[in-house]
């Protein structure tokens, strides 16, 4: 069983920065499949960002190029750049137990395990 805590959400005003955090635990960045999730207000989930276990890394064509998704030997982040009012959501870390390197991936079924995460708000 894993267990995975978000952090690092917030209000901002559009334009602004945030970086998020996933820590699974028990964690090993080398066995288990990553990604980010939004769901906003009225809105289905939607994949942000997802990385596999070689670093290799997949983005939503919305956040591309202002969402960086990145991990090390402690956690899982989501550094989010220019952000927009349509940002705003719950974001949630997923996780999946893989073996070799399978590419990332952002499908909501793919994954296993789901933190119960962090709510972030952009302003306008």
């Known amino acids: 069983q894993v267990q995975l805590v978000e952090s690092g959400g917030g209000s901002v005003q559009a334009g602004g920065s945030l970086r998020l955090s996933c820590a699974a635990s028990?964690?090993?960045?080398?066995?288990?499949?990553m990604a980010w999730f939004r769901q906003g207000p009225g809105k289905e989930r939607e994949g942000v960002a997802g990385?596999?276990?070689?670093?290799s890394t997949t983005y939503a064509d919305s956040v591309k190029g202002r969402f960086t998704i990145s991990r090390d030997t402690a956690k899982m982040y989501l550094q989010m750049n220019s952000l927009k009012p349509e940002d705003t959501a719950m974001y949630y870390c997923?996780?999946?137990?893989?073996?070799?390197?399978?590419?990332?991936?952002?499908?909501?079924?793919?994954?296993?395990?789901w933190g119960q995460g962090t709510q972030v708000t952009v302003s306008s």
């Open positions: 997923a996780a999946r137990r893989v073996s070799g390197y399978p590419p990332p991936s952002t499908d909501p079924q793919f994954f296993d395990y």
């Open positions: 028990p964690y090993s960045y080398s066995v288990y499949s």
């Open positions: 990385i596999n276990t070689f670093g």
